[in-house]
C-alpha cells in the first residue's frame, strides 16, 4: 500500500519568513495530493490540494509543488502569520474512485511573532 | 450547512470497557471515514462506508472495532472491549463523490479517546 513520510515533524520559524514542508510518497500510482492543516483544538480542513497533471499550484501565500519522477511533494507557505501556527498533514491517493487517502505524521508549524 | 458532527468529544474509560463513537457526516456526503491518530503519529485510515455499505475496512486493526452505518446516515464505532493501545483521536469524515474527483474530505472535530 502507499507509503507517505513526512518532514520536518516540528518547525519554528519568524514571523514574516517563509516555511517548507516536504512529503515524498511510495506508490507511483498516486495523483491527488492534498494539504490539511489543523488548528490546535479544531479539525483538520483542507487547504490546498493538486493533481498530478500539474508541478505546482498557488493559493495566496501557499503554494504546493509536485515532482512525480521523484515522487515528492511540498507545501511552501510565504509571509508567515503567527495564524499559519497549526499542524499541517500532506496525503496521497491513487486515482479510480474509493481509494483510500494516506496520510503523512503531520509537522507542528510554531510561527514566533 | 452543518459540519461533521462527532460525539462524544472526550471519552475516557477503563481497559476492558466498551465506548461508543458516533458520527454525523455532512448531509447528502454518501462517503463516510474513519479515521485515528495516535499522538504523534499519521491519521491513520479505518474503514470507509458508501452509503451503508464498508466499502474499504482494511485499516481496522481487530475485532474489537465494530463500525455501523444503518441506513447511511449516522455512524457508530464501537471499541469493546477496549485496551490501552486503542487510546488516540478518532476521527470521521465524509466527501460527496470520489468517483466524480470530488475528494475533499470533511473532517469532524474528533473524539478523544483516553483508556486507562
Known amino acids: 500500500g502507499e507509503n507517505v513520510e513526512q518532514h520536518p515533524s516540528t518547525l519554528s520559524v519568524q514571523e514574516g519568513d517563509s516555511a517548507v514542508i516536504k512529503c515524498t510518497y511510495s506508490d507511483s500510482a498516486s495523483n491527488y495530493f492534498p494539504w490539511y492543516k489543523q488548528e490546535l483544538g479544531k479539525r483538520p480542513q483542507l487547504i490546498i490540494d493538486?493533481?498530478?497533471?500539474?508541478g505546482e499550484k498557488k493559493d495566496q501565500r501557499i503554494a504546493v509543488t509536485l515532482n512525480k519522477t521523484a515522487k515528492h511533494f511540498s507545501l511552501h507557505i510565504t509571509e508567515t502569520q503567527p495564524e499559519d501556527s497549526a499542524v499541517y498533514f500532506c496525503?496521497?491517493?491513487?486515482?479510480?474512485?474509493?481509494?483510500?487517502?494516506?496520510f503523512g505524521t503531520g509537522t507542528k508549524l510554531q510561527v514566533i511573532p | 450547512e452543518a459540519g461533521v458532527t462527532q460525539f462524544p468529544s472526550h471519552s475516557v474509560i477503563e481497559k476492558g470497557q466498551t465506548v461508543t463513537l458516533r458520527c454525523d457526516p455532512i448531509?447528502?456526503?454518501?462517503?463516510l471515514y474513519w479515521y485515528r491518530r495516535v499522538m504523534g503519529k499519521e491519521i491513520k485510515f479505518l474503514l470507509h462506508?458508501?452509503?451503508?455499505?464498508?466499502?474499504?475496512e482494511s485499516g481496522m486493526p481487530n475485532n474489537r472495532f465494530l463500525a455501523e452505518r444503518t441506513g447511511g446516515t449516522y455512524s457508530t464505532l464501537k471499541v469493546q472491549p477496549a485496551e490501552l493501545e486503542d487510546s488516540g483521536v478518532y476521527f470521521c469524515?465524509?466527501?460527496?463523490?470520489?468517483?466524480?474527483?470530488?475528494?475533499?474530505?470533511?473532517f469532524g472535530s474528533g473524539t478523544q479517546l483516553s483508556v486507562l
Open positions: 469524515a465524509s466527501s460527496q463523490d470520489p468517483l466524480l474527483s470530488r475528494e475533499k474530505l470533511f
Open positions: 493538486i493533481r498530478s497533471n500539474v
Open positions: 462506508f458508501v452509503k451503508e455499505s464498508k466499502q474499504d
Open positions: 448531509s447528502g456526503h454518501d462517503n
Open positions: 496525503a496521497a491517493s491513487r486515482p479510480g474512485g474509493y481509494q483510500k487517502v494516506t
